[in-house]
């Protein structure tokens, strides 16, 4: 038996503020920045951008009452404030993509927007780290790198067009993930606002410390429900010397498993590994997002290898063998940059060709699982029974090689620290867990 940490009848019982009360707030808001007619929101356009996205599957009916539009960590502290002294519900919000997380404000409040805390603070080329506001997505840290000429990326890639702020939030991964870990990896020190508005750094100095808690590991991955990150330093990586991209479909999803389970045990070091079922590359191919490429309408794992030439080569063979073992219908290789960006479109395109298709009144959900590498083909046919049996179209992608659990002894600690770090239960609540 789990020793039980926490009762849930010693936990908090919050009440949230009225709406005069909030208004009140709303007024003590733009009365501390009046050189700021822009620092809130109550237009009813901007409400419903920030209580849920195309493709939300929970809570699309309750929308914050206002959004905050600070421009760096000082407003969101005295916002935070205010929103502490009054009770008031934040909900912080950088890119609103809901790939790995969704927004939602089932409790309304008021949602900060980090579209304005979007640069970067500073790098450090000798120290292979950046240091960005949570506005700034992955993809415009790479392309300012590349512009600088500068040999280094960030090497997190979740879809195109998260933030960094909502990639620590969620302890994102991506196509890359086999290789280059996720987030939590690659986060140095925060700034973050606690609930009461106070300011502190996660930590200082060397990367390696063992001098006190861990309070990177605490806050990437907590969603904004522990403090709200104003500003990062993250690790960068050298760019490999070259890469290539292959796309091998199989007759049925246990023989694609079967291969990418073989791929990694053999310890080749692909720098991702994809699946996608036959569902999702029918779909890709009516809706003509990656034209002129065509793709065999079966499930197809996308591979990425980086190194040198010669290793590249060397593994794309190992790989070859292993997929040919499997049952791979065939194996097609990128030989220059513009192959591995078609080849690598379907995995990139793939929700949006969901979006592009769907009827109208139709809904898309998006939404993840982790098993056992064992037992991934058991849940994909298992829910691919369910959405049958339900009558919903099922398309499943991934990545191969990382995943992750709540258990629930751990989410008794997770609300005992919760309740010390933010007591009125006013950072996006409703996340992770409720009350």
């Known amino acids: 038996m789990p020793i039980r940490i926490l009762d849930d009848k010693r936990l908090s019982t919050v009440k949230y503020a009225s709406f005069v009360n909030i208004e009140k707030a709303i007024i003590e808001i733009r009365q501390a920045f009046p050189q700021n007619e822009d620092i809130i929101s109550t237009d009813s356009e901007d409400l419903k951008a920030h209580g849920y996205s195309e493709w939300s599957s929970i809570n699309v009916n309750t929308l914050p009452v206002a959004v905050a539009y600070p421009q760096n960590t000082m407003e969101v502290s005295s916002i935070a404030r205010i929103c502490h002294k009054w009770r008031i519900p934040v909900i912080p919000f950088s890119g609103g993509s809901s790939v790995e997380g969704h927004i939602s404000a089932p409790h309304r409040g008021i949602s900060i927007d980090f579209v304005n805390m979007n640069r970067i603070t500073a790098f450090n080329e000798e120290d292979l780290d950046i240091s960005v506001q949570p506005g700034l997505g992955w993809v415009d840290i790479n392309t300012w790198l590349r512009t600088q000429g500068k040999n280094l990326f960030f090497p997190i890639d979740p879809g195109p067009t998260a933030k960094i702020g909502g990639m620590i939030a969620t302890n994102c991964s991506g196509t890359n993930a086999v290789r280059y870990g996720t987030m939590r990896d690659w986060v140095v020190n925060l700034t973050i606002v606690l609930a009461d ?45 070259t890469f290539s991209v292959a796309v091998v479909p199989f007759e049925n999803i246990c023989e694609a498993v079967s291969a990418a389970s073989k791929v990694i045990r053999s310890g080749v070091p692909v720098a991702a590994l994809e699946l996608m079922d036959k569902s999702l590359m029918e779909m890709i191919n009516a809706s003509g997002v990656t034209k002129p490429q065509e793709w065999k309408e079966a499930p197809t794992l996308f591979l990425k290898f980086s190194g040198t030439s010669a290793s590249i080569n060397d593994n794309i063979n190992r790989v070859k063998e292993i997929a040919s073992a499997a049952g791979a219908q065939s194996f097609e290789f990128a030989r220059d940059e513009c192959e591995q960006e078609l080849l690598w479109s379907a995995r990139k395109e793939s929700l949006y060709s969901i979006l592009a298709l769907r009827d109208e009144g139709e809904d898309v959900w998006n939404t993840d699982v982790a098993v056992p590498m064992g037992r991934l083909a058991d849940i994909i046919d298992a829910s691919q029974e369910d959405a049958k049996r339900l009558g919903l179209n099922v398309y499943i992608k991934g990545h ?36």
């Open 197 to 241: 508005g106070s300011a502190i750094k996660t930590r200082r100095g060397p990367r390696k410390s063992s001098a006190g808690y861990n309070l990177n590991g605490l806050i990437v991955g907590s969603e904004g429900t522990l403090g709200i990150v104003t500003e990062a330093t993250l690790k960068l990586a050298v760019i490999p010397e």
């Open 400 to 435: 191969i090689g990382d995943g992750n659990f709540h258990e629930r002894w751990r989410v008794h600690a997770l609300k005992l620290i919760k309740c010390k770090l933010d007591p009125y239960w006013i950072l996006n609540p409703g996340k992770i867990f409720d009350l």
